[in-house]
């Protein structure tokens, strides 16, 4: 039973790890509130600096790369003066010494400096609720106090959510209309492949069922996965398949005798901190009865798109559906690539 206990508090633990920087570390070696922003005390969420005039957000400061990339969605990479160092890996980023633009400053994920903040003299702090776990203390709470305008946004845990933070960003900064036209081309691509998804039936042991799919997060001996809740989940479903776990909620640490008894059709890893994901679970003890693995249907998704929520969730997305469903949605390609 101490055994058991020991494993389980290791795996939860695993599960909040990875819930405080999933959004910010997943190219390292080594979900929420529904999208809504925030503005606490001292702060505003309506596009203006303390004290300033409407839509003057020139320079913007981005501490979580999911905020970034909506932000480079909107065409206003060349506003942001400094992010986190996942979000400065961006090719939006990376690009814009092209221009002969300066190149955007480092702050620390967790513990931002405010004295450095400070001397970039920004207009807009746009953070994530992920920015609080390490400091214990609202991090930026100096910087409000000082009258610069800081806007949170919960982490999503549904597409609806991330459509809404879109929107958010762009109203805060002025590009309203930039908004609405990112969140319309992400629905006409999620509903072309949601129109495949609704039309998929497969025949399983004489039944007609859809495809199972386990979704691995983290790989053993402390394994996550998703339940429904998550965004995941949802896209999990939006291409006619079956979550293994969706009867569980948000963010879990399955068991391998769950895993075995569910035996899914396809299994799905946004791993990419091991060096072959696919062998690692190919090869545990007792993975070799399940029928994914029996069929070689055990598959890697992109992990920054599958794991950030933004509008690159496309391209996850489209991966999962020709992975699980190749014959359905061969040539459902191109639309999520950045």
């Not at 913007?60 to 506003?79: H, K, M, Q, V």
């Not at 776990?133 to 949170?152: H, Q, S």
């Not at 309203?176 to 006409?188: D, P």
């Not at 859809?210 to 479903?237: A, H, Q």
């Amino acid at each position: 039973m101490k055994q058991e206990m020991k494993h389980t508090t290791r795996a939860i633990f695993v599960v909040l790890l990875i819930l405080a920087v999933l959004t910010g570390c997943n190219r390292s070696k080594g979900g929420g509130a529904g999208g809504r922003a925030a503005a606490a005390p001292g702060s505003t969420a309506d596009g203006r600096t303390a004290g300033g005039s409407a839509g003057a957000v020139n320079r913007i400061i981005s501490t979580a790369p999911s905020n970034t990339e909506i932000i480079a969605g909107l065409g206003l990479a060349d506003r942001i003066v400094a992010a986190d160092k996942y979000s400065l890996e961006l090719p939006e980023l990376k690009r814009r010494g092209d221009n002969g633009l300066r190149d955007a400053a480092e702050i620390d994920f967790f513990y931002p400096d405010p004295e450095a903040i400070i001397s970039l003299d920004p207009d807009m702090i746009i953070t994530s609720e992920h920015n609080v776990y390490g400091a214990g203390d609202d991090p930026f709470r100096l910087l409000k106090e000082m009258g610069i305008t800081v806007v949170y946004l919960p982490t999503s845990n549904s597409i609806a959510g991330i459509y809404r933070d879109i929107e958010t960003i762009a109203t805060v900064l002025g590009v309203t209309e930039r908004g609405s036209e990112l969140v319309r081309n992400m629905k006409e691509q999620i509903d072309s492949i949601a129109a495949i998804g609704n039309s998929i039936a497969v025949t399983k042991n004489s039944n007609t069922a859809k495809k199972s799919v386990y979704m691995e997060i983290s790989p053993s001996p402390n394994m996550v996965t998703v339940g429904r809740e998550t965004f995941l989940n949802e896209m999990i479903e939006l291409i006619g398949a079956q979550n293994i776990f969706a009867d569980k909620t948000g963010w879990l640490a399955p068991g391998v005798e769950a895993i075995l008894e569910r035996d899914p059709d396809v299994i799905l890893t946004n791993v990419n901190f091991i060096d072959d994901p696919v062998g690692e679970i190919k090869g545990r003890d007792g993975f070799a009865s399940l029928g994914a693995v029996r069929e070689g249907a055990v598959y890697t998704i992109d992990t920054d798109s599958s794991s950030r929520p933004s509008q690159h969730i496309i391209l996850a997305l489209e991966q999962m559906a020709r992975a699980v469903y190749p014959e359905y949605y061969a040539c459902e390609a191109g639309a999520g690539s950045r």
